[in-house]
Nanobody
Framework: EVPLVESGGGSVQAGESLPLSCGAS?????MAWFRQAPGKEREGVAV???????TYSDSVKGRFSASRDSAKNSLYLKMSSLKPEDTAMYYC????????????????WGQGTQVTVSE
C-alpha cells in the first residue's frame, strides 16, 4: 500500500473558499479527489491524469479546480463558492490508467480530511 496524505480542510462559511492538498510517495497516472458525507456513498469529485487533464463531477463543475504537480507527486483541490452540501470527508486516491471517477477503481487512499460548510 502506497501512502497518500491529505492536508487542508476545516470549517468555513457558505460562499467561502478552501484549498486541499495531497502528497503521494510515488508517481501515479491518475490522482483523484472523492468525498463522503455521513450516511451517503463515496462520491467522485475530480480526477487529474499525469499530463493535467481534469474530469469533474457535475456537482462541483465551475466551483472546484483540481490540479497536480507531477514532479512533486502532489494533487490539489481549490474549492470555491462552497455550499453546506459540500460538507464531507474528502479523500485523495491514486490509480493507474484509465482515469475515471469510480471509487471501485482506486486501491490507494489517504486517511481523509474533513470539510464542513455552514450557512
Amino acid at each position: 500500500e502506497v501512502p497518500l496524505v491529505e492536508s487542508g480542510g476545516g470549517s468555513v462559511q457558505a460562499g467561502e473558499s478552501l484549498p486541499l492538498s495531497c502528497g503521494a510517495s510515488m508517481s501515479w497516472y491518475c490522482m483523484a479527489w472523492f468525498r463522503q458525507a455521513p450516511g451517503k456513498e463515496r462520491e467522485g469529485v475530480a480526477v487529474v491524469d499525469i499530463v493535467g487533464t481534469v474530469t469533474y463531477s457535475d456537482s462541483v463543475k465551475g466551483r472546484f479546480s483540481a490540479s497536480r504537480d507531477s514532479a512533486k507527486n502532489s494533487l490539489y483541490l481549490k474549492m470555491s463558492s462552497l455550499k453546506p452540501e459540500d460538507t464531507a470527508m474528502y479523500y485523495c486516491a491514486a490509480a493507474s490508467y484509465p482515469c475515471i471517477l469510480s471509487s471501485d477503481k482506486y486501491l490507494n487512499w489517504g486517511q481523509g480530511t474533513q470539510v464542513t460548510v455552514s450557512e
